[in-house]
């Protein structure tokens, strides 16, 4: 059974850095690309940064590049997001996605950026 939970949420001042993880199990971890998406109140989810199998290659959307970072570690089945000046818009409920055939998400992490 594939799961997939992040964790690392929660509530930061604006400029400030989260680390988000997201532990995967049930699939061959290192053989999928894995991504983050997110996900604002009112508005639809969207792709955040992904990265694929060895070697690992990246993308990430224009809004967030030069301030996240996304790393996997294939032998803690983890994939991280690293995310620094945090801005208010990055507000969302965060998941992790494996891109496998069957596309498996985890259930999400709330990230909130406010004074």
């Known amino acids: 059974q594939v799961q997939l939970v992040e964790s690392g949420g929660g509530l930061v001042q604006p400029g400030g850095s989260l680390r988000l993880s997201c532990l995967a199990s049930?699939?061959?971890?290192?053989?999928?690309?894995m991504s983050w998406h997110r996900q604002a109140p009112g508005k639809e989810r969207e792709l955040v940064a992904s990265?694929?199998?060895?070697?690992?290659?990246?993308y990430y959307r224009e809004s967030v590049r030069g301030r996240f970072i996304i790393s996997r570690d294939n032998a803690k089945n983890t994939v991280f997001l690293q995310m620094n000046n945090l801005d208010p818009d990055d507000t969302a409920v965060y998941y992790c996605?494996?891109?496998?055939?069957?596309?498996?998400w985890g259930r999400g992490t709330q990230v909130t950026v406010s004074r």
């Open positions: 996605k494996a891109v496998t055939p069957n596309e498996y």
């Open positions: 990265i694929s199998k060895y070697p690992e290659s990246t």
């Open positions: 049930g699939f061959t971890f290192s053989d999928y690309r």
